[in-house]
């Protein structure tokens, strides 16, 4: 017997998404929230994470009845496998996204794409002092090819730690170098899982997760901030600025083309063709009054922290955004993009086109994106959006609401000029009181989750708390539509919070940028830490990922802890099945690291947890509670 759908209101708590899934109901269109229903009661073995599919001895799965799998392995060594081989996807996935960022460097530096240059060369310069390659007197694309030859090499097998270890205290990697953590090469950590967890290799689970937190190390200071990093010499430092957010940003009388993924490449050059004159016109004279780029997730998230550009949605937006009728095209690259939106495009005008040869989705029209041809392939692209906008059946089109402000572009050379051209201020407000602390909420959506109702509560309750809040990937439209990223958002804050954000003009909640932007938060930790000297882990802060669902969170997460980050999640991995790499992941690891995480899917709960762990490192630094 089918099960009757979930009530709506149950779904999400934003009115422009409940509009549509009503929509999508009258219409008999498929959301997300409904395949999960047809999913639904889940396997209990998975949950637990107690299944076992490497090797066909199995699939084997584990209980108290069967404690071993075909091979002997245990609950333990299966789930801290699982754990272990999920991370690494994460950390894959981050990184790789890094490697086409040197990839496009490299096209610059040897002349092979006129589409793409260095935006910002005094970064460039300042990144390559950090990594020991010498600047002085030195042309830049010199400079650059040294930069790229050195990043290349933290892909690799040769080095003993990744280049970005630099901005690491020494404290901190000391830890990492006793505890065999230190992250060596993305490449290198990802194949060693891999052959860790291959039947009949590491079967220690504590030995298996020390290598898991060293993959996720190689992500979050190797490949996840060589992506950061190079997107702002290529493509700018992002400073604030004021943009809208909501499915109100896709406008009835213009040609709407949505860019979604994560890689800033093909977005970038996507937005300059859609500005092009030529295109424009076509579009006029096909009846509408313009192109519209907007964005969705994490490449919605680089757009707009660079150029302004509206974030139509986060995940459980996507579907709901084509479903208004008045998209053209949605433009994807990887990560995070659902292949229902194929068939939901096809449910309209909607044209779905794909970018990437590592992200190819059965019905899409495919482009083959290279450095060589972007602009050219771009120009190409927006064109068949604007040729669309002929098939559009105004009776279908429904825009639920009017779009809303927000501030974005809070990077940290963006922070460091609001306060005067040093992080002093900061580390003076922070030692009065008036920041307590800070916490980054990052990540996803969850369709198991009421949409966005935790990624906005905590953010809520811990400014209350004078705790400042930092917001990248799926938060960030969560907290901008929420009206916490505008400065006026103070009024919702404690008192001192109030005081600072209002002297500054910014929010209580800053943009910082896509999931991948994550390395920010680090490096901006990192800073603190060296300013103090003292550990990344003897610092007030904390991260989070209430609403999170994917590997590259799971690696995040473990990156976070690693450095020395206290760190939430709304729901736990599938490691329950195993008691060793529970209280491993939930109290183990601050003795190892200084840090550990912990579940909780009550936010106010969370919020006094993270208020009792800042109240114990203030403490801890000779500072008020």
């Known amino acids: 017997m089918a099960k009757e759908p979930r009530p709506i209101e149950e779904l999400t708590i934003w009115d422009d998404a409940k509009a549509m899934l009503r929509k999508a109901r009258a219409e008999g269109i498929q959301t997300v929230h409904d395949r999960l229903d047809r999913q639904t009661p889940h396997c209990k073995f998975c949950e637990l994470g107690t299944t076992c599919r490497n090797c066909t001895m199995g699939p084997c799965r584990v209980s108290e009845k069967n404690p071993l799998g075909v091979c002997g392995a245990d609950a333990d060594v299966i ?79 040769r080095k003993r730690e990744v280049s970005f270890l630099s901005r690491v205290p020494q404290v901190r ?153 008045a998209v053209e095209a949605i433009v994807v690259d990887y990560q995070c993009i659902m292949p229902s939106l194929v068939q939901i495009s096809g449910c309209y005008h909607t044209k779905f086109i794909d970018t990437a040869n590592k992200a190819r989705f059965t019905g899409a029209i495919h482009f083959d994106f290279q450095p060589k041809t972007a602009m050219e392939q771009a120009r190409e692209i927006v064109s068949i959006a604007v040729e669309a906008f002929a098939q559009r059946d105004p009776g279908r089109v429904d825009i639920p609401c009017e779009p809303i402000e927000i501030m974005t572009g809070f990077s940290n050379e963006a922070v460091t000029a609001a306060l005067g051209g040093s992080l002093d201020p900061l580390v003076q407000a922070i030692a009065s009181g008036d920041i307590r602390g800070a916490v980054g909420i990052v990540g996803c959506n969850n369709p198991k989750i009421k949409q966005d109702s935790m990624n906005v509560k905590l953010a809520e ?42 002297a500054l003009g910014i929010p209580p909640v800053l943009h910082y940028g896509s999931c991948v932007d994550n390395a920010r938060i680090l490096q901006l930790c990192a800073a603190l830490a060296n300013a103090l000297n003292v550990d990344i882990s003897d610092l007030p802060v904390g991260a989070s990922s209430p609403e999170w669902y994917s590997e590259k969170a799971a690696a995040i997460g473990l990156y976070a802890v690693a450095s020395g980050i206290y760190t939430h999640l709304g729901h736990p991995p599938n490691i329950l099945g195993s008691k060793a790499v529970t209280d491993l992941a939930v109290s183990g690891l601050e003795d190892l690291v200084g840090a550990t995480f912990f579940i909780e899917g009550d936010m106010v709960k969370a919020a006094d947890m993270f208020d009792e762990r800042i109240k114990a490192k203030r403490k801890g630094l000779g500072l008020s509670e």
Not at 104 to 131: C, F, M, P, Q, W
Not at 482 to 496: H, N, S, T, W, Y
């Open 461 to 502: 309750e811990l400014i209350k708390k004078d705790i400042l809040v930092l917001v990248t990937g799926c938060v960030t439209t969560a907290a901008g539509k929420a009206g916490l990223l505008v400065p006026d958002a103070i009024e919702k804050a404690g008192p001192g919070l109030k005081k600072v954000c209002g």
């Open 173 to 325: 990697k000391d830890k990492w170098a006793a505890l065999k953590m230190t992250p060596r090469g993305v490449d290198r950590e990802i194949a060693e899982m891999m052959h860790r967890t291959h039947m009949g290799c590491d079967n220690d689970a504590p030995n298996t997760l020390i290598h898991a937190a060293r993959t996720a190390l190689a992500d979050g200071w190797g490949g996840s901030m060589i992506g950061t990093e190079l997107s702002d010499v290529i493509f700018g430092v992002p400073t604030p600025k004021m943009s809208t957010a909501n499915l109100g940003v896709i406008k009835a009388d213009k040609v709407n083309l949505l860019v979604h993924g994560h890689n800033p490449v093909v977005s970038e050059m996507i937005l300059a063709a859609a500005r092009e004159p030529e295109l424009v016109n076509r579009a006029k004279e096909l009846g509408a009054t313009g192109i519209n780029v907007a964005g969705l997730c994490c490449t919605g998230n680089e757009l707009l922290m660079r150029q302004g550009i509206p974030m139509a949605g986060n995940h459980l937006m996507t579907e709901l955004a084509i479903i208004t009728g």
């Open 79 to 157: 789930v801290a496998r699982n754990f272990g081989r999920f991370v690494t996807g994460g950390a894959a996935g981050h990184s790789d996204h890094g490697r086409d960022l040197i990839e496009v460097l490299e096209a610059i530096v040897e002349g092979e794409t006129k589409d793409y240059k260095i935006t910002e060369e005094n970064k460039l310069r300042a990144i390559a002092g950090e990594i020991g390659i010498e600047t002085d007197g030195r042309p830049t694309m010199d400079v650059a090819h040294d930069v790229m030859e050195c990043f290349f090499a933290d892909f690799g097998s």
